[in-house]
């Protein structure tokens, strides 16, 4: 018989698992048993953007083994500091986008906040890695430059949050928006894009549950895991918890070289994916941004990946392979 854990009053709040991520590359190797020295290490790139990754997900990495899918992800190596042409600051051209302070609207009837700048884990391929947050969040001054935008422009009826993770918000904070969105009719949706179920699963408890069940549009919550050894029990019943507040999750994946770049992993993944009621969405090429070019898979590559996963998987199980280009109307099909 499977018995579920029974959750204890005095469980340790998400913001507390939060405050106790590792943050120092060398303290995280020596949790996996491994050799500092051998692990090339940039300081360079941990000052630029630390290193940051929650012991949860910490606890799902192989030790011993430097070349751990999840390991790669997070810990800053000195590949970060060559610089590569074609690798920029703005690599998917969100500052030509910018409708108002935190608000990229570049597809229509879909306006994306960038609600935080916060996130719980550092990915060394993340695109925002050199976004200029301080000056850029749509939660400060209580959404106000967000809003008017969006009151200002009837066209928009899905809000996407994005960041950042907008988990990484307080609830409190995100109902301020959701309430003053209420008083917009043309809203028809709302999307949290969040890593926080697969990174910080603790983040989906009862309050924030109680405030995504009242809100009156469809919810999509579209999570990003980018190997199945990222998913474990705890992550389930994250989504698990999310789909009975009726929200619709889906996943968002990035190609990364040495990671996920077998047909076998993404099989994996996606299997791994609907086992916990998870669709897989979009698989990205990597956005271009500069320290990122040790993981880029070259577009032969992931066109043979992709056929032969249309091959492997029933087509709903197949996510569309994208990249995203600056200027262009929507993501493009690679
Ligand atoms: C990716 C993205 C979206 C969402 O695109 P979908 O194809 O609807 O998932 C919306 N706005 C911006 C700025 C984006 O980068
Ligand atoms: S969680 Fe998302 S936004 Fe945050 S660092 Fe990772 S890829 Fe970037």
Same mark, same amino acid.
């Given at each position: 018989?499977?018995?579920?854990?029974?959750?204890?009053?005095?469980?340790?709040?998400?913001?507390?698992?939060?405050?106790?991520? #590792?943050?120092?590359?060398?303290?995280?190797?020596?949790?996996?048993?491994?050799?500092?020295?051998?692990?090339?290490?940039?300081?360079?790139?941990?000052? %630029?953007? $630390?290193?940051?990754?929650?012991?949860?997900?910490?606890?799902?990495? %192989? $030790?011993?083994?430097?070349?751990?899918?999840?390991?790669?992800?997070?810990?800053? #190596?000195?590949?970060?500091?060559?610089?590569?042409?074609?690798?920029?600051?703005?690599?998917?051209?969100?500052?030509?986008?910018?409708?108002?302070?935190?608000?990229?609207?570049?597809?229509?009837?879909?306006?994306?906040?960038?609600?935080?700048?916060?996130?719980?884990?550092?990915?060394?391929?993340?695109?925002?890695?050199?976004?200029?947050?301080?000056?850029?969040?749509?939660?400060?001054?209580?959404? %106000?430059?967000?809003?008017?935008?969006?009151?200002?422009?009837?066209?928009?009826?899905?809000?996407?949050?994005?960041?950042?993770?907008?988990?990484?918000?307080?609830?409190?904070?995100?109902?301020?928006?959701?309430?003053?969105?209420?008083?917009?009719?043309?809203?028809?949706?709302?999307?949290?894009?969040?890593?926080?179920?697969?990174?910080?699963?603790?983040?989906?408890?009862?309050?924030?549950?109680?405030?995504?069940?009242?809100?009156?549009? $469809?919810?999509?919550?579209?999570?990003?895991?980018?190997?199945?050894?990222?998913?474990?029990?705890?992550?389930?019943?994250?989504?698990?918890?999310?789909?009975?507040?009726?929200?619709? #999750?889906?996943?968002?994946? #990035?190609?990364?070289?040495?990671?996920?770049?077998?047909?076998?992993?993404?099989?994996?993944?996606?299997?791994?994916?609907?086992?916990?009621?998870?669709?897989?969405?979009?698989?990205? %090429?990597?956005?271009?941004?500069?320290?990122?070019?040790?993981?880029?898979?070259?577009?032969?590559?992931?066109?043979?990946?992709?056929?032969?996963?249309?091959?492997?998987?029933?087509?709903?199980?197949? $996510?569309?392979?994208?990249?995203?280009?600056?200027?262009?109307?929507?993501?493009?099909?690679?």
């Amino acid at each position: 018989m499977i018995t579920a854990p029974t959750p204890t009053p005095q469980a340790k709040s998400w913001q507390l698992h939060w405050r106790e991520a #590792v943050r120092d590359p060398r303290e995280l190797l020596r949790l996996l048993g491994l050799d500092a020295e051998a692990a090339r290490i940039s300081e360079t790139a941990a000052a %630029q953007f $630390p290193l940051r990754v929650p012991r949860g997900f910490v606890a799902r990495m %192989q $030790p011993g083994d430097l070349g751990d899918p999840l390991l790669r992800q997070v810990l800053p #190596v000195v590949d970060e500091d060559r610089l590569v042409a074609g690798f920029d600051l703005d690599a998917v051209g969100d500052a030509a986008a910018r409708g108002a302070t935190g608000l990229i609207h570049k597809y229509e009837g879909r306006a994306l906040l960038i609600a935080t700048g916060s996130c719980a884990v550092h990915c060394r391929y993340c695109f925002r890695r050199h976004f200029p947050y301080g000056e850029e969040t749509a939660a400060a001054n209580h959404w %106000q430059a967000a809003l008017d935008y969006l009151r200002a422009d009837p066209g928009i009826s899905e809000v996407l949050l994005s960041g950042g993770d907008p988990l990484s918000l307080a609830t409190g904070k995100l109902a301020e928006l959701t309430d003053a969105l209420r008083t917009l009719p043309q809203i028809r949706r709302l999307r949290l894009h969040t890593r926080l179920p697969v990174v910080l699963p603790e983040r989906i408890d009862e309050e924030l549950l109680t405030w995504l069940a009242r809100l009156p549009w $469809p919810v999509v919550v579209v999570i990003h895991a980018n190997h199945a050894r990222e998913i474990d029990a705890s992550v389930g019943q994250a989504v698990a918890a999310l789909r009975r507040t009726g929200a619709t #999750v889906l996943n968002q994946a #990035v190609l990364l070289r040495g990671i996920n770049d077998e047909a076998g992993r993404l099989a994996e993944l996606s299997e791994r994916l609907f086992e916990i009621g998870v669709l897989p969405y979009y698989l990205h %090429q990597l956005d271009r941004v500069a320290g990122a070019a040790h993981f880029e898979v070259d577009d032969a590559t992931a066109i043979a990946l992709h056929r032969e996963l249309m091959t492997r998987l029933p087509g709903y199980l197949v $996510p569309r392979l994208v990249r995203e280009i600056p200027g262009e109307a929507s993501k493009t099909p690679v």
